[in-house]
Each structure stands twice: as structure tokens, then as C-alpha cells.
T-cell receptor, first 115, second 111 residues
């Protein structure tokens, strides 16, 4: 099946610093990628839709200036958490849509811990 | 807003028992996916169903897509401890972009 990679798998940072998370589709081109946040034992919460070559579409309540998304190529989207605070600690998961199969494939997730 | 209601939210059973998870909506989906997620990992795709009434089997797992393509079920026969995890259904509506996810079913299979 299709593969989506995510890097880093975990990161610990100090409050006030910025953290960048990369999401890559390895064997298909993804014009659309998605960023989710997940709290323990809960489902996925969509944060934003990343569109290649254009601005991301953010879900209601998600601060676009805090969660910067860049989708510069058909295989790479990045999420930058700016001025991170402890409440931003969470599990962040990206996914990429393979339009040939109308299916979303997920990355392995990034565990962010802000001290 | 398209909603996908998944039930039950939590399920704890003994090894060897059967179970069914349901995914229901008032919206029609062009396809529906089932994922399984283990703690600390991303969801892994189990199956995609596309045709109304379609039934797919993956070893002990049987997936069914409703005739009207609004609902789906996942049935596990003779559950094993390795089936423990969070099961998510997701409905797609063509190539419009994002999928609608259910709230998930946390399954615990006890030895």
C-alpha cells in the first residue's frame, strides 16, 4: 500500500521555541495533505488541509499563525508549531490523499512534548 | 457538516468472542475506509469499500458497506489480543478532499 512518512517521530522542546514536522508521500503524488491532532484515546481532530501550491485551509478554532503549513511540492508538506507552549503538547498526524484510490494514508505520527 | 457516528465507543471482550462495530451517517459516501490504530502510531488502512452492499473479508475481519452507501460495519470473528486497538471509519465524498472520520471504537481483547 501507499506509504506516508513523518519526521521526526518525537520531539521535546522548550516553551517558546518553534518546531517543524515534515510529512512526505513516498510512492505517490499528493496534491492534498491533512494535518491532525490527537489526544489520548480519542479520534483524530482535523487541524488543516494542505494544498500544494496554495494556502492551507484551517478548521475552525485552529490558529493559522501558530500552526504554519507549507506544501511546496507534490510529496512534502510541513507543519511548524510556532512559539510552542505546553498546551501544544500532543500527537500530530499527517495524511496524504491518493486520488487514484480515493483513500487517505497516514503517517506514523509525531509526539510533541513542550516543556 | 457530515457526521459519521461510530458505535460502540468502547468495547472490552474476551479472546475468542465475536464483535461488530458500526459506522452510520445520513450522508452518502463515494467510499468508506476502516483504519486500525495502535497507541503511539498512525492509523493503518484495513480496507476500502466502494460499492453499495459490498462485503470484503480480511482474514477474521468482515467489512460491509450499506446498500445506500451511508453506513458500514466491521465484524471480527474469534477476536485475538492482537486485535486490540482504536478502530476508525472514514467516509470520502469523491475527490473533494478531506474525509469525515468517526469518533473511533477502542477495542480491548483480554486473554
Amino acid at each position: 500500500g501507499a506509504v506516508v512518512s513523518q519526521h521526526p517521530s518525537w520531539v521535546i522542546c522548550k516553551s517558546g521555541t518553534s518546531v517543524k514536522i515534515e510529512c512526505r508521500s513516498l510512492d505517490f503524488q499528493a496534491t492534498t495533505m491533512f494535518w491532525y491532532r490527537q489526544f489520548p484515546k480519542q479520534s483524530l481532530m482535523l487541524m488543516a488541509t494542505s494544498n500544494e501550491g496554495s494556502k492551507a485551509t484551517y478548521e475552525q478554532g485552529v490558529e493559522k499563525d501558530k500552526f504554519l503549513i507549507n506544501h511546496a511540492s507534490l510529496t512534502l508538506s510541513t507543519l511548524t508549531v510556532t512559539s510552542a507552549h505546553p498546551e501544544d503538547s500532543s500527537f500530530y498526524i499527517c495524511s496524504a490523499r491518493d486520488f487514484s484510490t480515493d483513500t487517505q494514508y497516514f503517517g506514523p505520527g509525531t509526539r510533541l512534548t513542550v516543556l | 457538516t457530515q457526521l459519521l457516528e461510530q458505535s460502540p465507543q468502547f468495547l472490552s471482550i474476551q479472546e475468542g468472542e465475536n464483535l461488530t462495530v458500526y459506522c452510520n451517517s445520513s450522508s452518502v459516501f463515494s467510499s468508506l475506509q476502516w483504519y486500525r490504530q495502535e497507541p503511539g502510531e498512525g492509523p493503518v488502512l484495513l480496507v476500502t469499500v466502494v460499492t453499495g452492499g459490498e462485503v470484503k473479508k480480511l482474514k477474521r475481519l468482515t467489512f460491509q458497506f450499506g446498500d445506500a452507501r451511508k453506513d458500514s460495519s466491521l465484524h471480527i470473528t474469534a477476536a485475538q489480543t492482537g486485535d486490540t486497538g482504536l478502530y476508525l471509519c472514514a467516509g470520502a465524498q469523491g475527490y473533494a478532499g478531506k474525509s469525515t472520520f468517526g469518533d473511533g471504537t477502542t477495542l480491548t481483547v483480554k486473554p
